[in-house]
């Protein structure tokens, strides 16, 4: 089970108010806020007054890898980002925010989603 989804159900059942804090929501619970299911509430700026990050989404699917290769693990963007940061002397941390290990895999091409059955 998932608490997030047991919180909104209990607060559905009780009549009460289900605040979901999070400074980077899932996936699904944005989806939810943009479809209404949920309400958004967004914080402009950060509490200490520091800068927001820059945040860009790259569509993994319109990226094409070089030969056989398979599917591309970065994007040329990423890729061009490391590199400058190389160039001038400077170092790169990539975070990914994934625990476990791949459940599916996506088509580059048409965005087909092949699941595991288990």
Do not use: W
């Not at 806020?33 to 993994?60: I, N």
């Amino acid at each position: 089970y998932h608490a997030r989804d047991v919180a909104v159900v209990r607060g559905q059942r009780e009549g009460a108010t289900v605040v979901l804090g999070s400074a980077t929501p899932s996936m699904e619970s944005y989806h939810n806020a943009q479809r209404g299911r949920y309400q958004l509430l967004e914080m402009p700026s950060r509490a200490d007054d520091k800068q927001m990050p820059l945040v860009r989404v790259q569509d993994m699917r319109t990226e094409k890898s070089k030969g056989d290769q398979g599917p591309p693990i970065f994007s040329q963007r990423l890729k061009e980002a490391i590199h400058n940061r190389l160039e001038q002397g400077e170092q790169t941390i990539l975070f990914l925010n994934r625990r476990g290990f791949a459940t599916s895999m996506q088509c580059p091409d048409c965005g087909f989603v092949a699941e595991c059955p288990n």
